[in-house]
């Protein structure tokens, strides 16, 4: 996702700062800099893109964009950056759940054993037929937003919402292997939806142990690398966070170090002053959970070296396996 449109706002810019969460993600610097020295000398070998961020809209705001948010004929086009339209249909047609009962399967013999984990796979495959739908306004606590957005895309085609679910598909296979139950929020198996309210209600209807969504991000060219996303504390209207803020920077915390050791990939170079974690405030998903969650935006959809690591089944399950061995370790503790 990029930071246009409903719970994607761009964040308003901030001093950095130094405290805790550089504390703790200083120690896992010494293993995300073997992994990105790797990654450098044989992931940048495809060529395009720079490793330094290139392009910011003219209100600061890296990977955010001029069209409106929330207007009909925005969501009505096709699977671009939240809110914002390349002109790109759809490059396939969606094949659907792989494994439509997966998530019933009953868990096995495992460390996870009675845990329960949610994933919610970013936006849908379906939400650009829905503009209407994805386009009415939703209460996420602090204010209103609109309901979802269609997701971005690589300039190929290589849509958001194909790559959340495949990542979440193999991460709940891995996850159930260790005992865990998992749920979905969707499985491919809706035509549109669900809006980010009721995402952040099917985590708190599981009495979710963990939840993360997964999402692409859809910055400008050279904008590379991953961050999670944690929330801020926030109490307001109908949200409360408060609870899960130190709970869900662990786990944040934790998937963001496993996942620089399995995939290689270095911490965002343009969101997170290079710690791989940035806390909003502005999230519905967010803002209403009442059980520890994250998000996290696996790489930069729009430039081309990000691209050619999402759109690799071999990656793909690299980024699932360090996505699970961080709620894992959250979860064993």
């Known amino acids: 996702m990029s930071y246009v449109g409903p719970d994607f706002d761009p964040?308003?810019?901030?001093?950095?700062?130094?405290?805790?969460?550089?504390?703790?993600?200083?120690?896992?610097?010494?293993?995300?800099?073997?992994g990105w020295l790797v990654w450098q000398a044989v992931?940048?070998?495809?060529?395009?893109?720079?490793?330094?961020?290139?392009?910011?809209?003219?209100?600061?705001?890296?990977?955010?964009?001029?069209?409106?948010p929330g207007s009909a004929s925005a969501a009505a086009r096709t699977p671009t950056?939240?809110?914002?339209?390349?002109?790109?249909?759809?490059?396939?047609?969606?094949?659907?759940?792989?494994?439509?009962?997966?998530?019933?399967?009953?868990?096995?013999?495992?460390?996870?054993?009675?845990?329960?984990?949610?994933?919610?796979?970013?936006?849908?495959?379906g939400n650009f037929q829905h503009a209407a739908d994805i386009n009415r306004k939703v209460n996420i606590g602090t204010n209103w937003k609109e309901c979802d957005t269609?997701?971005?895309?690589?300039?190929?085609?290589?849509?958001?919402?194909?790559?959340?679910?495949?990542?979440?598909?193999?991460?709940?296979?891995?996850?159930?292997?260790?005992?865990?139950?998992?749920?979905?929020?969707?499985?491919?198996?809706?035509?549109w939806g669900p809006c980010v309210d009721e995402r952040a209600r099917i985590g708190n209807d599981a009495h979710a142990d963990a939840v993360v969504s997964i999402h692409a991000d859809?910055?400008?060219?050279?904008?590379?690398?991953?961050?999670?996303i944690l929330p801020a504390s926030v109490h307001s209207?109908?949200?409360?966070?408060?609870?899960?803020?130190?709970?869900?920077?662990?786990?944040?915390?934790?998937?963001a170090g496993n996942f620089v050791r399995d995939t290689g990939s270095a911490p965002s170079n343009y969101i997170g002053g290079g710690t791989g974690l940035d806390v909003r405030s502005d999230l519905g998903g967010l803002n209403l959970s009442t059980v520890p969650k994250v998000f996290i935006e696996c790489g930069n959809m729009r430039d081309s070296k990000d691209a050619a690591l999402l759109t690799s089944g071999?990656?793909?399950?690299?980024?699932?396996?360090?996505?699970?061995?961080?709620?894992?370790?959250?979860?064993?503790?």
């Open 81 to 125: 950056a939240s809110g914002t339209d390349d002109g790109k249909p759809p490059s396939s047609t969606f094949s659907g759940p792989a494994t439509p009962a997966a998530s019933d399967l009953p868990a096995a013999a495992g460390p996870l054993k009675g845990k329960v984990v949610v994933i919610d796979p970013g936006h849908n495959p």
């Open 314 to 333: 071999a990656w793909r399950q690299k980024a699932a396996r360090g996505i699970s061995e961080g709620i894992v370790s959250f979860l064993r503790g």
């Open 150 to 191: 269609t997701g971005t895309s690589t300039n190929a085609g290589y849509t958001e919402a194909r790559f959340t679910l495949d990542v979440a598909r193999r991460l709940r296979t891995l996850l159930q292997q260790e005992g865990a139950t998992v749920k979905f929020t969707q499985d491919g198996d809706r035509s």
């Open 11 to 34: 964040p308003a810019p901030r001093r950095s700062r130094r405290g805790p969460m550089t504390v703790a993600v200083a120690a896992l610097v010494p293993g995300a800099l073997v």
């Open 218 to 228: 859809g910055s400008a060219a050279g904008n590379r690398g991953f961050h999670v």
């Open 237 to 255: 209207g109908g949200a409360d966070t408060r609870a899960i803020v130190a709970p869900s920077r662990d786990l944040g915390e934790r998937i």
């Open 43 to 68: 992931g940048d070998s495809g060529g395009g893109g720079s490793t330094s961020a290139t392009s910011t809209t003219s209100a600061g705001a890296p990977g955010a964009s001029s069209a409106a």
